[in-house]
């Protein structure tokens, strides 16, 4: 008999609370139409983001690829300066040489030059990235707060 009561007590008291509880939790849950739209322009930043982030990544492939090819064509021309100092070619030929490898050296540091630059950009861009998360999941907990 007693655990009768109990049970129906416990079970009155679940009951009563669901009832009670349902319209704070439903009330809980509804995001406002401006939230919403601030929550689509916080994920369309994300998108933007991830999509430069991709770009930089594109950019400093081709940096680094083109980087190998001066520092290959720069070995050519070096090898090449070789056999005409050997083969005794002509002082103009000879200068037509250094003056190739010296542009190959200026084409090298300008490569490492833009490759530093678009390093530091994708830092840039993955430090606003974290931000633009960040921001997100604050404004998502807030919305779904009030």
Known sequence: MIINRSIIGASF???????VGSP????EGVITPA?????????????RDKREIRQD??????????????????IRD???LRRDLKSGASK???VQDRKEIRDDRKEIVGDKVELAKDVKEIKSDKRELRQDR??????VKNALKN
């Open 13 to 19: 008291l679940a009951v009563s609370l669901i009832i």
């Open 24 to 27: 704070v939790l439903a009330a």
């Open 35 to 47: 939230e919403k739209a601030e929550l689509r322009h916080d994920r369309r930043e994300i998108h």
């Open 57 to 74: 990544r594109k950019e400093i492939y081709q940096d680094r690829k083109e980087l190998r090819a001066d520092r290959k064509e720069l």
């Open 78 to 80: 070096k090898q090449e």
């Open 92 to 94: 103009a030929e000879i």
């Open 134 to 139: 960040r921001e997100y999941r604050r404004d």
